[in-house]
């Protein structure tokens, strides 16, 4: 069995990724008990836990707000997905921004750890890191160019890494997703493309909390600080008729937006194929990557 660790910069990016691989890949929610999911990530015979939830138990509690405590901290394990098919997991996890690179290098590194001394008896005998991201006013290029910069150390040289594609780097496969608008506008985020979806599943509440937003906005309000928080505040507002007081990633959750929305998106499809289509046993050379889908 293989795993696929899907780095998200937040919970409504963990969410798309979970419904895309859901819609356009068949995948399945696993939503058995952490100690028995597939080995190391769950307990064996030989270790009283697995590798989440000694992950998990890493925190020192007493250094805490009891608020803080009550939260897992990043990076956050926010779901598994299966194919059954390819016989592999998707671990979702998100870190609330890209630029917190080192805990998210400690998880590999400790996961490396384990599954690196041979002869290894676990159910998952490799895996591949696909990190997703927003452009934003960076700009794809630029993104990666970060992404490679901070995860230098741990992947080698990703100078080959473009986006929408694999390297085997150093280590093991490593890709990366970058949200933006489009081939022409290589800046924007995930909500440029969430904001069609929404819209064209509730046309009447959109364009109406659209005119809310707009109408009632202050230039000093944090709705105003970008295009992006603008959608998020659009997206939310939309969704509130069924899903009052809930946030945008429950209103893209399996029971908000239907499933035609990400039947429909180009942009679903392109992250599914991106997430499936992994170099597993035909190692490339660094730097080379595989056709962009």
Known sequence: MKAVLVFCEGRHDAVFAQRSLGTHAGCQWVNTPIGELPTPFGRNNVARKGFIAGWLERRAHED????????????????????????????IISTQGKKKPRLVVSLLRALDDILRPPPSTFDISEYAAAFLFDANSEGVKATLQGFGDQYRELFGDLVGLRHNRWTTSETVPVGCFVFHKDAQEPTGTLEDHLAPMVKGAWPNRFLEAEGFIDEKRR?????????????????????????PGDPMSIIIGRNGIPTAAFEKSQTSKSLSRFLTQIPWRAPLKTGSSVPSV
């Open 64 to 91: 805490l707000s009891v608020r803080a405590a009550a939260h897992p901290s990043e990076p956050r394990f926010e779901a598994i997905i299966k194919n059954v098919t390819t016989d592999t997991i998707f671990v």
């Open 219 to 243: 230039e000093s309000d944090k709705v105003s600080n970008s295009e992006s928080e603008r959608l998020k505040a659009i997206i939310t507002a939309a969704g509130q008729f069924d899903h």
